[in-house]
């Protein structure tokens, strides 16, 4: 489905927020998606519902995932696709290979997924930064008190 806005105007971006259940750190979730693309599989997430907001999501979003209670990573999405499964129609949000890390923000659990304003997603994380490895409440402590 296309953007619907019919003003001319450039859709705004919009991303989307998802826990990614059974993983309790980023490498897992790297090792996880490097072993489904050396399986010639594309990485693709199933969701039941398609966001209504489809182009500002395909306008430059990513899936930022919780992980172990905190927005840990971000991964692109690049497509919307249709899945026919024995429950139904379902959407699949194609996702880039590249994680990018983005600073760790706290998020209580919810199901499904959120939309996430680009206004309110962490940064993404600099090249190198001391507190990397530290549990992610330490992080935004430190990061709040203005030690990194």
């Avoid at 489905?1 to 919009?14: H, I, L």
């Avoid at 259940?21 to 490097?34: A, H, R, S």
């Avoid at 990018?100 to 962490?122: C, N, S």
């Amino acid at each position: 489905m296309a953007d619907r806005r019919t003003d001319g105007e450039t859709p705004k971006v919009v991303h989307l927020l998802k826990i990614c259940v059974g993983v309790d750190q980023v490498e897992q979730l790297e090792l996880w998606q490097g072993q489904r693309v050396a399986r010639g599989e594309q990485l693709r997430h199933v969701t039941r519902n398609r966001p209504r907001r489809d182009g500002e999501v395909l306008a430059g979003g990513s899936l930022y995932w919780i992980i172990a209670g905190a927005i840990r990573v971000r991964q692109r999405i690049v497509a919307l696709d249709r899945v026919e499964t024995e429950t139904g129609i379902k959407c699949g949000l194609v996702l880039a290979p590249e994680l990018v890390r983005t600073e760790p923000w706290l998020r209580r659990p919810h199901q499904g997924w959120r939309y996430l304003e680009a206004k309110d997603a962490p940064p993404d994380l600099s090249a190198h930064t001391d507190a990397e490895g530290l549990p992610p409440d330490l992080q935004v402590a430190l990061r709040d008190l203005g030690v990194y």
